[in-house]
């Protein structure tokens, strides 16, 4: 793909067209599902949704895996107790979702795990479906994380919640 034709995509996909295909009852569903997920396994989940890159980062040629990293540091969710944060970084304009897991969750879980969860996701986007789209990626990635890194039974107090659960629209 040409750089031209991507940033005319970039330019023409707006906040409100995120605001669109992620509107306010989606997420809260996608937080109520992080939140349900969180009570069964150990990992800390964020989701940031973001329409489009400025201009001079589509021409500089940034992936959508590079902004996901930035992201990933912005955020900070590798700062967890057990280095176990996740982002799942959904991209409008280049129809990319990437999901990114921080050392103590990526040495247990598998690249190909990672990319059922993104092709689900990205599957469902295709047809419109963001709402189910996004839960059904969401249970897929907590069945997952309760697989490898379930809670752990013998703590005596909860674990806490280390990074917010809502999701962000950039």
Request: aromatic share 6%.
């Amino acid at each position: 793909m040409n750089k031209i034709s991507r940033a005319l995509r970039h330019v023409k996909t707006t906040k409100s067209h995120g605001k669109s295909a992620f509107p306010s009852a989606t997420l809260a569903a996608i937080q109520a599902i992080i939140t349900e997920g969180e009570s069964k396994h150990r990992a800390e989940v964020r989701l940031i949704v973001e329409p489009s890159l400025d201009l001079a980062a589509v021409m500089s040629g940034m992936t959508s895996r590079e902004r996901a990293g930035e992201l990933f540091t912005d955020y900070r969710i590798w700062d967890t107790e057990e280095n176990c944060g996740v982002l799942i970084y959904i991209n409008l304009a280049d129809h990319q979702v990437e999901i990114i897991a921080d050392r103590g969750i990526a040495r247990l879980v598998s690249n190909e795990h990672w990319q059922a969860v993104c092709k689900t996701m990205t599957n469902g986007f295709a047809q419109g479906l963001y709402h189910e789209s996004a839960l059904n990626g969401l249970t897929q990635l907590n069945a997952i994380l309760k697989k490898y890194f379930p809670e752990n039974e013998a703590a005596q107090s909860p674990q806490h919640n280390q990074l917010s659960n809502q999701p962000i629209l950039l």
